[in-house]
């Protein structure tokens, strides 16, 4: 993928390098903030593309000059990309993540904390086949671990939100998480924060789905080890 420009790579004391909706600025950290996107006009969200999240981390693993930083990213990327294509026993691999993980969820008004491997697959297990796509990203790496904020589009049936059961909607909820990591860049856990005040639900085309089985048949093909060395 092409590079960023050299004058928006520059990093300055007290500023983070980052990646906003595929384009890189130098920001401190209260300028992170990401816009919502509006409705469409009909009120409908159209086909949304779910590969967006790994080309956006490769650009930064591209870009980064800290090698460290460039093993952490090289995790999230593997991680969403085993999260989205229903295999969570590799996420929490020895190498992946660590033995005791703590996961903080905050979502949905409501807050809860996962201690260990048994609680963090069971969780996973929950979630098997929720299918999200993020839009109007934004990444940040440091030497402690990754930021993202993001729109989250989950796909779901009427019949989960007490609507009609022969429809297909998106619930979009903005999302902030932290994923600290250790010495030896393995994930500690995961801080995951909404934003219930601006959480919607939209209509979606049934054929604008992106079904389990569509993300697998575009996201497996996208996943690679991590960089051993």
């Known amino acids: 993928m092409p590079a960023a420009p050299a004058s928006d790579r520059t990093l300055t004391s007290g500023h983070e390098l980052v990646l906003r909706r595929g384009r890189w600025a130098s920001t401190d950290w209260n300028a992170t903030r990401a816009k919502g996107l509006p409705r469409t006009e009909v009120g409908y969200m159209p086909k949304l593309d779910i590969t967006n999240v790994p080309r956006e981390l490769d650009e930064l693993i591209c870009s980064s000059t800290s090698r460290r930083h460039r093993l952490i990213l090289e995790n999230v990327r593997r991680h969403y990309l085993l999260e989205l294509t229903g295999r969570p026993d590799e996420i929490l691999a020895p190498h992946m993540t660590v033995q005791n993980p703590v996961y903080y969820i905050d979502l949905d008004g409501v807050s809860r904390t996962l201690r260990g491997r048994a ?5 996973y297990g929950q979630m098997e086949g929720a299918v999200f796509v993020c839009q109007d990203t934004t990444h940040a790496v440091t030497d ?14 009427g019949e989960a939100l007490g609507l009609d059961d022969s429809a297909w909607y998106i619930k979009r909820q903005w999302i902030t998480m932290r ?37 697998k048949e575009l996201l497996e093909p996208l996943i690679r080890p991590l960089p051993t060395g």
């Not at 995951?192 to 569509?214: F, G």
């Open 119 to 123: 609680e963090v697959r069971e969780f």
């Open 144 to 157: 402690t671990g990754y930021w993202f904020e993001s729109w989250f589009n989950f796909y779901l049936p």
């Open 179 to 215: 994923w600290p990591y250790d010495e030896r860049v393995r994930m500690i856990g995961e801080r995951v924060y909404d934003h219930p005040d601006i959480t919607e639900v939209l209509p979606v085309d049934e054929s604008d789905v992106v079904t389990p089985a569509e993300a």
